[in-house]
């Protein structure tokens, strides 16, 4: 049952009107929020994508729309014409709060039944029926805001590289499998049985051949696959606003990648990001965060302790020193006072990162507490908090292991863990940026024993680096980068090769045969036969880049039809099952 | 083998350089379009995006840059820093032609083999070579020109959107098996062995949900995919700008949609185009054009002359007459003289259209030549020329069928068959738009014995013919519009069915049983069940926009990367074969 338009035009949304529209007539389409029978008085709450508007009905104003508005339910789609008026007593919670609009009649464009979830804000729903009845979750006001937050922040980015003289050009999605590394979804072909097409997990091969081409800068919003295991923040598709520039070097792409987010982060957010931002090699990042996605909105820095122990006959340094290894700690600032209890959950915590272990030293008020005391000498202690600068009431955290990756990780993670218990970051609205740079190309896979490269295969190294690149491939840095914002990775790029014979040189780096370089990427190898320029680009993670800038931390909010944990959508339930023909055509049979 | 920058930065753009340069110091990168080295004098073509410039190296002004320039060929990366001075006999074929650059020194980004293909406009080579090259074809001005042209209409769309309230959202592409009639591509699925995602042919249900959710305004530029055989100009993949809009008729969604063209044409060829553009029912396209695409830049109608020879005892238009056909005309003027040979080929050509034959009257000076005269009375004769208001000169084209769909059909190819001979278009640089309105709802599938939807199932009855649903469904009519351009669709849409009951009864219309429906479509009822606005969208085939406006015929020229006729990509050669692995853990077996 509907009624229909039969001509009838909205004349404006629910959300617009205000005092100036006193005595207009108007026409609004929306849906029920609620609505009162009071007496003589129905009101009705309505909604539409701009906000909600008081409609009022009286027995007296016209007894037919007052009888037709009374048999409205929550959720139902009306259309009402009549006169804005002020309001009796103004509802300083809404914009439209000093008026409403006088009913003369109504429309009923369609009923509802009483909906599964409630339309409001902070819905605490389970997710399952969040996501079946995505089109109602969806209603509700803070995921709209998402929506029309993203829409602009893809509008800013479109605006922002056409004015840079970038263009916009679509890559195949139906392609041929891309070297990222994860899981391809296929596509089976139906004119060549038994052959797939690859959906692209980066356009990035794409992207460098356009290079070649001489299109001097592209860059595409562009949808990308992996057929992965889904963590927390994980889709099987996923947007990345993907970019490439000819003739530049590695401070050109953060130049104006950096312009790019300050542009984006000023037009959704208003906010003020100062260029240019901090660069800090990945060296660095991992002494002192223990992490290559340092969070530095707080400090608690990794130090190095080893000198300060070096001489020291403690069982547990000497054997981390020895080997190798590394003593490191964190301050825990005016954390001396923690139980026991508590600091035996934090050393099970770096546990879980293979530590083995943590020390810890509480300096409190006239006394030193520690359980390392009686291996070290009073001038020990005192150094280790004298490095770390230790005030009364802080607490000394330390691992020490002959692996410095367990050291710097354990460190890290605990570190993390720490601002989080000690809520260090509460409140804080910061959105700090860094470029982590110079990272390693390679790094060793101990398990298949081999080379691996560290971003992907096309990564250019640093010029000074690549006479190491047979001698010591770990020690040969990239021209890569990546941009950190508050601890995590808002994208990633970096110069890419543009020389056939460094390019087949990394392959045989990373264990290709020269035949099975050709057969997978021959075409890029090819391609740059003919003069191909220095080239490299970027791609920022799109739907990360909307969590930040809506303030969610679920990807799920930020994608209007996601799937879950399973990739399976609850709402058309896909995957599902096809007809027997359709697998026939293709040549395929299931198992 | 290639110098790395350094440092080096590109100052300006090769096409950017003017008399108003003269003087400066620049620095340049591109490809070397020709090398000429006439003594003491290399003369270096260079190109990159934006244009060509001349480079001028003398042994004179630096003997070391002008050794180095000798060695550079054809498509080497080059970059070349020097004084921008007049030159001495301008080309005034060149943007750039007042001025060269004078080499003083040069850097060797990369070197080039022999191109397989020529670096040239209106390049003559074979499709497959092409393809496989893209990197190269794409290199080609006219083809860089048609990707700026693509980057900019896509814009203009954006812009346009946007500022007319509309959000675009992002539909999946992994998802549910859409109804639009044409084969799916299958995504298997690794969780669910045996299951399969279908990729979209179009976001068609998403944005009718999207609509329920309250968007109000949705747009999306949206890849969608078809496992058809491919003809001229079909690709697997596809773009289009597809839209939706909510509490809205169909007479608002053109007017919208004809905005949006229009602001298109103007900003990308700056052509005006008029608004309101012509609405035509598609009763009136099928009689007067034989198409529901009538290509309205020239005249040439049918005219139907059944009236005319009512009384004709000639059996092959009785035949037709008797059993419910017509007897149909079009005038070719000037065409009286046209050879015998010729008039038979016009035969043969609509007999592939299944007419059965083509009569034909000759109006020459003082004579009327037809082969039919001995059937017909001269008054028959005389009132047929009357009423095709032919002139001395004019040759008469008829066609009768029993069925009027073969005689209007025939026709209406033989009017296009006829201009194309003719050269009627010759010059034309016209855009005709015209909306084709009022379309049929079902069409019957004869071999199939059942109603199908002549658009797609979503589609909206006119409100006077819903009586007719059930007693006369070949009558009834859709909110439908199509946008014809010179004879081809740009676009097309309708305002949906937004009343479950009415749906299913669509469905049931359709031969869906109750069971059937819900299983494919449940998704879509049961939202229905939560008060739907009123809503009608449209897509356009954005591939075949960026044709009209870049004057291309053929689609591949437009998409980057395009695959063949065969769904192959000669360029990454997908598809391809992949591990067994792979398809171990998606549980399918190849044949």
Known sequence: MGEALKGLKRTIMCGELRESHIDSICTVMGWVQRKRNLGGLIFIDLRDRTGILQIVFGEEINKEAFEKADTVKSEYCIAITGKIVRRESANDNLPTGMVELKGESIKILSESETPPIYIKENLDASENIRLKYRYLDLRRPDMQRIYVIRHKAAKAVRDFMDSHGFLEIETPILTKSTPEGARDYLVPSRNYP????ALPQSPQLFKQLLMVSGFDR?????????????????QPEFTQIDLEMSFVEAEDVMDLNEKLVQYIFKTILDVDVKLPMERMPYKIAMEKYGSDKPDLRFGMEIENISEVV??????????????????RAIKAENCAGMGRKQIDKLTDFVKTFKAKGLAWIAYKEGEIKSPIAKFLSEDEMKA???KMNAKVGDLILIVSDAKNKIVLQ?????????AK???????????????????????????????EAE?????MPMDEDIQYLDSDPGRVRAKAYDMVLNGE???????????????????EILGFTKEKAWERFGFLLEAFKYGPPPHGGLAFGFDRMVMFLTGTENIKDVVAFPKNQNAFCPLTEAPNVVDEVQLKELGIKTK
Chains 1, 2 share one sequence.
């Open 194 to 197: 038994g052959m797939f097409y």
């Open 218 to 234: 592209y860059f595409q919003i562009a949808r990308c696959f992996r057929d992965e295991d889904l963590r927390a923040n994980r």
């Open 310 to 327: 070096a001489n020291s006959e403690f069982k547990v340094f000497r054997d981390a020193l020895d080997n190798g290894g590394s003593v």
């Open 384 to 386: 280790i908090l004298n």
């Open 410 to 418: 354990s460190l890290g993670q605990l570190r993390l863990h720490l």
């Open 421 to 451: 218990e000690l809520e260090l970051l509460k409140n804080n609205k910061e959105f700090r940026f860094v470029w982590v740079t110079e990272f390693p190309l390679l790094s060793y896979n101990e398990e298949e024993n081999r080379w």
């Open 455 to 459: 971003h992907h295969p096309f990564t």
């Open 489 to 507: 990775e808002l994208g990633g790029g970096s110069i890419r090769i543009h020389v056939s014979s460094l390019q087949e040189k990394m392959f």
